[in-house]
């Protein structure tokens, strides 16, 4: 009888301890288990989830945002960066007439959030050397091939960056790449053509520098010619207007004022020339 009790108490020790192994077996499966479904997608990152027994990328709900997310952890997340990124790019051209030309760029890019699913499925996450870098090259040999050294070099370097942003969003239109801003840093054309350039220019500064003295010249004898044209219209009037009754009038009003004067004097009324009074000062 107590041999029974004793293997009866010894199976239910046996099979407790079994429990007890396989509730703390399960336990850790299940710590690893959401361990390994904990996804932390950081600030300016975006998630794409691969599903392998449930249709590849998932292209039809929104891609993981920024924070913690649970993932089956039999699916794969790719994180990608969509913050505004920059790449630089020394290409080497030709010109209207054939000339090579050296050019450094940059470009401002991100990916389409919304579409970041689709960049990956259908672009693969190598897109900027694959999509991005041939675009702008594509791009920048097609706007620089419709100008002179000339205008590359001096008038026309921000129209150029304008036309070689509007081709490559042009190329890029279906790529889920977004295009924010084509900077061209620097043009380097060869040294003899950089020389006959610069030495145009300055004798363009020349001439236009003359151009601006003549006319100044021009205006400053204008202006001269005007002045004069005043003055001799001025003593034309002046000529026209005076007459011998004003001037006599004049004199005898000047006589009558001198005659009010203290000082003692002698006046003869219509004695001088042409009836003027004439002055005659005693004292003298």
């Not at 199976?11 to 904990?38: A, D, M």
């Not at 061209?184 to 350039?197: E, F, N, W, Y």
């Amino acid at each position: 009888m107590n041999n029974h009790i004793q293997e009866f108490d010894l199976n239910e020790v046996t099979k407790k301890g079994k429990r007890t192994v396989f509730l703390i077996f399960g336990l850790i499966l299940l710590f690893i288990l959401l361990v390994t479904s904990i996804v932390n997608i950081g600030p300016g990152e975006a998630g794409v989830i691969f599903r392998p027994f449930g249709g590849g990328v998932d292209t039809i709900r929104p891609p993981l945002s920024e924070g913690m997310h649970i993932v089956a952890p039999w699916n794969k997340v790719y994180v990608y960066n969509v913050r505004q990124q920059q790449l630089f790019e020394t290409m080497k051209v030709l010109s209207q007439d054939g000339l090579d030309i050296k050019l450094d760029a940059s470009v401002w890019y991100q990916p389409v959030i919304k579409d970041v699913a689709k960049l990956h499925k259908y672009r693969g996450r190598n897109y900027v050397e694959d999509i991005l870098k041939p675009a702008v090259r594509s791009a920048t040999r097609t706007v620089v091939g419709r100008y002179t050294p000339e205008q590359i070099y001096s008038s026309k370097r921000e129209a150029i960056q304008q036309e070689i942003f509007d081709e490559t969003k042009n190329l890029l239109a279906k790529q889920y790449i977004q295009l924010n801003k084509v900077l061209v840093r620097d043009v380097t054309l060869p040294q003899a053509i950089k020389s006959a350039i610069e030495r145009k220019l300055k004798q363009q500064q020349e001439a236009l520098e003359y151009e601006f003295r003549l006319q100044k010249e021009k205006k400053e004898a204008e202006r001269k010619r005007i002045e004069a044209e005043g003055i001799r219209d001025f003593q034309h009037i002046v000529t026209e207007g005076i007459s011998d009754k004003l001037l006599r009038w004049k004199g005898i009003e000047a006589t009558l004022k001198l005659s009010e004067s203290p000082n003692s004097k002698v006046i003869v009324i219509g004695s001088g020339k042409d009836g003027l009074p004439i002055i005659l000062n005693p004292g003298n």
